[in-house]
């Protein structure tokens, strides 16, 4: 019979770090934001938010992000999601910048 050998008190399972759209998904659940809305009215009221773009913690801020995205109106929280992901793609890619940031981006410290 075999007995398991006490917890060492450490959590073994990673750290899971949003960012992009799951950043801001979590982010909105904070915040009083009801559907349908508008990018102007999002912005006005939580342009300030900021959202993780990439695991090293870069951020940019809901208002900017706005900014960069081709739709203006939003019937619910997945369309704005969905709609903001490619924004949040770009800037992660330009922020990477080559093949030493693509490993950097890998990797979360």
């Known amino acids: 019979m075999g007995v398991r050998p006490p917890a060492n008190g450490t959590d073994d399972e990673p750290d899971v770090i949003d960012f992009g ?23 006005a009221a939580h342009g300030d938010l900021r959202v993780a773009i990439d695991p090293a913690g870069h951020d940019v801020t809901l ?12 019937d619910s ?11 949040f793609e770009r800037k992660r890619e330009n922020r990477s910048g080559g093949v030493l940031g693509k490993l950097r981006a890998l990797v979360p410290f």
């Open 21 to 43: 759209i799951a950043a801001l998904d979590a982010r909105l659940e904070d915040r009083d934001v009801s559907f349908p809305t508008t990018a102007g009215d999002l912005a």
């Open 63 to 74: 208002g900017e992000a706005l900014e960069e995205c081709d739709h203006q109106s939003f």
């Open 77 to 87: 929280k997945q369309e704005l999601l969905n709609a903001l992901h490619p924004v």
